[in-house]
């Protein structure tokens, strides 16, 4: 069992990197599209969708620990799902800081009209507060690895803040390029999102939730204990 789901693992993680960079892709190759188009968008796809699945398994990983009886996750899954997270999380931030250069030195005018509005203008609020809490996850990521303990407290709230961080992220990858990166002669755009959208957003993770419950019903999430099995059988 064990051998099997560490090939598993294995396998997945080129399928995992295809997919993101694929949808990377999408947007890093649209020349006509100043905030889109940049080689990092591949990479940055990855990093991202690491940062917040390992943010998002460890919120999961407490979550099971606490409320599934029988539930036995040792400390050191913990410490290495807190270690990886940092280390995606480090190196993501190093790509926001390169774009951010980037853009603001050697970019197109439409490329600086976009950094511009990211760090000053309308998307301000949204950019800030995602770096905000990628830099404070770090910080309790950081404080644990000092700490040289699980703190598992601490590891839930940097998951939790992280995939709020990605939430934003994702937001400013799609709308301020639409808004205010147009090579057109038209004016700056506007978007605020509708009830649609919402009820839509909610139901995307209402779904989700109910997917993952169907499937810890159906399927154990947890090692069987093999020392009971043994005992039924007899």
């Known amino acids: 069992h064990d051998r099997t789901a560490f090939w598993l693992a294995i396998a997945i993680v080129p399928l995992l990197v295809t997919a993101h960079s694929t949808l990377g892709f999408v947007f890093g190759l649209q020349v006509g ?27 999961i990983a407490a979550v099971v620990r606490r409320t599934v009886p029988g539930a036995e996750l040792p400390e050191r899954v913990f410490h290495w799902l807190g270690t990886a997270l940092l280390i995606l999380l480090l190196a993501y931030l190093y790509f926001m800081v390169v774009e951010i250069l980037t853009n603001l030195y050697t970019g197109a005018e439409r490329e600086r009209d976009v950094t511009r509005e990211l760090l000053f203008g309308d998307f301000a609020p949204i950019y800030w507060a995602s770096v905000a809490c990628f830099v404070v996850s770090a910080a309790l990521l950081i404080l644990r690895f000092v700490r040289r303990t699980a703190a598992l407290p601490l590891l ?50 209402a779904l989700g939730a109910l997917l993952l419950a169907l499937f810890a019903k159906v399927f154990p999430i947890l090692p069987l204990n093999r020392a009971t099995e043994g005992g039924d059988a007899a």
Do not use: C, D
């Open 33 to 59: 599209r100043p905030g889109w188009y940049s080689a990092l968008q591949a990479p940055a796809f990855v990093l991202l969708a690491g940062v917040s699945g390992v943010g998002m398994l460890i919120a």
């Open 156 to 205: 839930v709230a940097a998951g939790v803040l992280v995939n709020l961080g990605a939430i934003g992220k994702r937001y400013l990858i799609v709308v301020p390029s639409q808004t205010h990166g147009t090579l057109l002669p038209y004016g700056t755009g506007s978007y605020a999102p509708t009830w649609v959208e919402y009820i839509e957003v909610i139901g995307l993770f």
